[in-house]
């Protein structure tokens, strides 16, 4: 099965300045699709940005980037230009094509402050 | 918009009983999941189905089983729900190689 891990612990961050959440993943397969999501303190998981295994170049979604090292297995969030509404657990996700299992790493919380 | 639609918020059920949750998508997608949130451990997979009455386990699939008789609906049974599984549960649906929308969540409550 594969393995997602999400090691920082909860992170304060200053308004309006950037933000990076690591996330390294381990799988056997050349065809899988990361994911990030939030979960703001009201329970709803919010997709946030993709990035497919083949994919060339890193994501980008408005002030969300992927920082996507293939050789290094690793997929990790910036948010640029934090705000308060950033305040939110993060969670990674990776999707093996194959077996098309969804599987998420334990999250990072973070907090910004004015 | 999808949606994604789970019965309960909230749920009180007591130590023996069998429990069901229903969760009910509108946008066609082939593939449904279940999942387990709990403080500090993410979100565990409980089980996946890809397809009417297809179904895989996942990770931490004892104590529960799953139905999915049609398309939009895929359903998870605590066959006699114990006290450890009080949670967070949430449900999730994407078409293949794209991302999951979930529903709002039912935490359940085991007494």
């Known amino acids: 099965a594969q393995k997602i891990t999400q090691t920082q612990p909860g992170m304060f961050v200053q308004e309006k300045e950037a933000v990076t959440l690591d996330c390294t993943y381990d799988?056997?397969?050349?065809?899988?699709?990361l994911f990030w999501y939030k979960q703001p303190s009201s329970g709803e998981m919010i997709f946030l940005i993709y990035q497919g295994s083949y994919d060339e170049q890193n994501a980008t979604e408005g002030r969300y980037s992927l920082n996507f090292q293939k050789a290094r297995k690793s997929a990790n969030l910036v948010i640029s230009a934090s705000q308060l509404g950033d305040s939110a657990m993060y969670f990674c996700?990776?999707?093996?094509?194959?077996?098309?299992?969804?599987?998420f790493g334990k999250g990072n919380q973070v907090v910004v402050i004015p | 918009d999808v949606k994604v639609t789970q019965s309960s918020r909230y749920l009180v059920k007591r130590t023996g009983e069998k429990v069901f949750l229903e969760c009910v998508q509108d946008m066609d997608h082939e593939n449904m999941f279940w999942y387990r949130q709990d403080p500090g451990l993410g979100l565990r997979l409980i089980y996946f189905s890809y397809d009417v009455k297809m179904k895989e386990k996942g990770d931490i699939p004892e104590g529960y089983s799953v139905s999915r008789e049609k398309k939009e609906r895929f359903s998870l049974i605590l066959e006699s729900a114990s006290t450890n599984q009080t949670s967070m549960y949430l449900c999730?649906?994407?078409?293949?190689?794209?991302?999951?929308?979930f529903g709002q969540g039912t935490r359940l409550t085991v007494v």
């Open positions: 799988t056997s397969d050349q065809s899988y699709g």
């Open positions: 999730a649906s994407s078409l293949f190689r794209t991302e999951a929308f």
């Open positions: 996700a990776m999707r093996e094509w194959g077996n098309n299992r969804l599987a």
